[in-house]
């Protein structure tokens, strides 16, 4: 298969994760003689930087020509301290998701064994947890007219929401649901909001067309509570585009850190894949960021081809690195010299040689991650 990937590395510790990303897809393509090829583009604060601009024209054009986006993160410390400044990293992502019509984000939730130990929850509550979360992503308040006073001491974010915007996620949430447990949960605000009242009846509406899929309801509140409590009685989530921004960030204290959470974003035409985490700016250029949300992203990338097979094989190999402890120092304290480029190294090889299943950790140490 050929592919053309545009690949937005962003800010802060976004270059270092995709750049061990793009390495596993390069190891997949020629393990299982596909053409990729990759075109990079500027995105949030390093686009500021550069052109003013915190999407590009010409990184519009990238993605559009593109069968895919691999997304890094975007982000600076120094937008975060001025609250009133128009122009904002975060732009460029929340235009590239409108520009592409990227409405749907896909974010798995998955307690690995290896790694129960590194939650704040106990063992009990979180293992087997395997959740998804269909979060909407190109409406609601993050879209809405937003209003400053003059005298600015009054704002307001209209969130918004229309039944064809409602719809199209929800048969996509409830397709996942038949492939899985059979179960799904409509998170919402239902007793207050009337976007929330909307999402509920027309969610009910198509809830006949899924006879194999039960359906039920929480209120946002009550449903973050529970995401902590029991995690296992969720199968997937569906739910407005803020709520889903809330919820898979806690859902990262599940799984032990952030670094491990993936996404899809997908629209008709287009379809991103990108880590749930920030940019992260302290920790960029110090080789302590976590990959492997980025690289389970390219895992997403290969799936939504119907590249299985091949995604497998990166899952594996993250397994691999979790079960060996080869991970970097946000879930490793045993081995806290091992780098977000030994991480990647060690997954590279992993997919070049699947069947070998002992470290030298004298070369990982040296930089030279190879198994024997």
């Not at 937005?8 to 596993?24: C, F, H, M, S």
């Not at 393509?29 to 390093?46: L, Q």
């Not at 059979?182 to 009242?197: E, H, I």
Request: charged residues 25%; aromatic residues 6%; proline residues 4%.
């Amino acid at each position: 298969m050929k592919l053309n990937i545009a690949v937005l590395p962003g800010d802060g510790i976004g270059p270092e994760v995709i750049a061990q990303a793009v390495k596993a897809l390069k190891a997949i393509a020629v393990e299982f003689n596909h053409i990729f090829t990759f075109e990079t583009g500027s995105v949030g604060a390093s686009a500021i930087d550069k052109t003013g601009d915190p999407l590009p024209e010409e990184t519009i054009n990238i993605c559009e020509k593109a069968d895919a986006i691999l997304f890094g993160a975007i982000g600076n410390t120094k937008y975060d301290i001025d609250p009133i400044t128009e122009i904002r990293p975060e732009q460029g992502l929340l235009g590239l998701r409108k520009i592409l019509d990227l409405y749907t984000n896909i974010r798995p939730v998955i307690a690995y064994d290896d790694l129960l130990n590194k939650s704040s929850l106990k063992i009990k509550q979180i293992k087997d947890t395997n959740i998804l979360i269909y979060r909407e992503l190109t409406s609601g308040i993050y879209f809405g007219e937003k209003k400053l006073s003059e005298d600015g001491n009054t704002a307001s974010d209209i969130c918004e929401y229309t039944r064809f915007e409602i719809e199209r996620i929800a048969h996509l949430a409830f397709k996942a649901a038949q492939s899985r447990k059979g179960k799904l949960t409509l998170v919402d605000k239902a007793n207050v909001l009337a976007s929330s009242r909307l999402w509920r009846k027309v969610v009910q509406e198509l809830g006949p067309q899924y006879p194999d899929v039960k359906l039920d309801f929480l209120f946002i509140d009550n449903a973050a509570m529970e995401l902590i409590i029991n995690p296992r009685q969720f199968d997937v989530i569906l739910t407005e585009n803020m709520f889903g921004d809330i919820l898979s960030e806690e859902a990262s204290v599940i799984v032990g850190s952030i670094g491990l959470l993936a996404s899809a974003s997908i629209g008709d035409k287009h379809a991103m894949f990108e880590p749930i985490h920030g940019a992260y700016t302290k920790a960029a250029n110090k080789g302590i960021a976590n990959p492997i949300a980025s690289i389970l992203s390219a895992a997403m990338l290969l799936d939504h081809f119907e590249l299985h097979e091949e995604a497998a094989l990166i899952r594996d190999g993250v397994d691999k690195s979790l079960k060996l402890h080869i991970t970097t120092p946000d879930l490793n304290t045993k081995y806290d010299h091992i780098t977000t480029t030994k991480v990647g190294d060690f997954i590279e090889d992993f997919i070049n040689n699947p069947e070998e299943t002992n470290l030298n950790f004298t070369n990982i140490h040296l930089g030279q991650s190879t198994i024997i």
